[in-house]
């Protein structure tokens, strides 16, 4: 982010939140987990960890950047590269709500 790579910092941090709520979902027994969405990801697991519940805002704010920071056509309309639209705020939010998730995931796996 402090090269003003907002737009991977965006992505970065929505696979960071996947790969831990996925390492939560292996810690179940899983063999193998399929789909990106941080949101869906949650939702399987309030059951056993309902404190995960408190990440859902930034879980669902984080599923918009799987795949429009990657890929220059997937803003509709828009004659602009992802690095041209993708904000510092929105780069910070994003690091902040993966920050938020792992620190949890990280408690619950080491309990």
Known sequence: ??????????????????KGLKALVYRQGA???RGHSIGELLEGLLERYPQLERHRENANRLD???????????????????????????????????????REVRQLLES
């Open 64 to 102: 918009q950047y799987y795949i429009t920071p990657r890929y220059p056509n997937a803003l509709p309309g828009v004659a602009l590269a992802p690095f041209q639209v993708f904000s510092q705020v929105q780069a910070q939010e994003a690091l902040d709500g993966a920050d938020g998730i792992l």
């Open 1 to 18: 982010m402090e090269g003003g790579f907002y737009a991977q910092a965006c992505f970065l941090a929505q696979q960071a939140a996947e």
């Open 31 to 33: 063999r193998y987990v």
